[in-house]
C-alpha cells in the first residue's frame, strides 16, 4: 500500500493533482472538505455543527474530523493506496492518522507539499468561488482560512519533515508541470496504471 497526502494552503492545488493522481495511479481519494460537504448537503447533525465552522473559515473540531477518518478506514477494503487531502490539518490528526495506520499495519509513505505564494492563493479561490459557488470561496472568508492554515495548520509540515518524509514542491505554473515534479516524486513508490 503507498499512502499519501497532499499537503498546502488553501487554493494551492490540492484536489486537481488528487484527480489527476487517481486517473495516473489508481490510488483512492479522501478529502475531508468533500466529506464535510457531503454532510453539510445532507443535513446530517455532523453536518449541521460542521457547517458552523466551516462558514467562518475555522476548522472542524479534531474529534469531528477524526472520527470521520476513522469510520472511513475501517470500512474500507484493501487498496493500492490513499491519497489524503485536506488532512491532517493539526499536528493532533496528524498523530492520529499515525495511529489509526498502524492499526492496519501502513504509515504514511510521502507528503507533498504544495507551495503557492498568498497573493495567488486568494486570487484562485476568489476566481474558484465564481465557478464553484462554494459558500467558503468569497473574500472575508477565503483570508480566515488562510489565517488558520497559517496558525494550525503549516506547521504539521515539520511533524513529518522530522519523520523525513515530507517534499516541496513549486505549486504555481501549468497544472501539467506540476502534475510533472509530483509524479517525478512519487514514481518509486507507486506504479502508474
Ligand atoms: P477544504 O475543502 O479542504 O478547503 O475544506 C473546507 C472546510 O472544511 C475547511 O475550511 C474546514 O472548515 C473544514 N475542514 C476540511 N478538512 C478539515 C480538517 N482536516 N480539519 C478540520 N476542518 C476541516
Known amino acids: 500500500m503507498f499512502n499519501l497526502i497532499i499537503f498546502g494552503p488553501p487554493g494551492s492545488g490540492k ?11 489508481g490510488l483512492i481519494h479522501i478529502s475531508t472538505g468533500d466529506l464535510l460537504r457531503d454532510e453539510v ?25 477524526i472520527g470521520m477518518i476513522g469510520s472511513l478506514l475501517d470500512n ?12 491532517p490539518r493539526t499536528e493532533a490528526q496528524a498523530k ?12 504514511i509513505h510521502k507528503v507533498l507539499y504544495l507551495i503557492v505564494p498568498e497573493e495567488e492563493l486568494e486570487n484562485r479561490l476568489i476566481q474558484r468561488g465564481k465557478e464553484s459557488g462554494r459558500s467558503d470561496d468569497n473574500k472575508e472568508v477565503i483570508l480566515k482560512r488562510i ?27 501549468s497544472i501539467a508541470e506540476i502534475f510533472a515534479t509530483i509524479k517525478s516524486v512519487i514514481h518509486p513508490y507507486v506504479k502508474a496504471i
Open 41 to 65: 448537503e445532507q443535513q446530517t447533525l455532523l453536518g449541521i455543527e460542521a457547517k458552523k465552522f466551516m462558514d467562518q473559515g475555522q476548522l472542524v473540531p479534531d474529534e469531528v474530523v
Open 96 to 107: 492520529a492518522l499515525d495511529k489509526l495506520l498502524s492499526l492496519k499495519t501502513t504509515e
Open 147 to 173: 489565517v488558520e492554515y497559517n496558525c494550525k495548520t503549516k506547521s504539521v509540515a515539520d511533524y513529518y519533515e522530522s519523520q523525513r518524509k515530507l517534499t516541496k514542491v513549486k505549486g504555481t505554473g
Open 15 to 25: 484536489g486537481t493533482q488528487s484527480d489527476l493522481l487517481i486517473q495516473n495511479f
Open 76 to 87: 474500507r477494503p484493501k487498496v493500492k493506496g490513499i491519497i489524503f487531502d485536506g488532512f
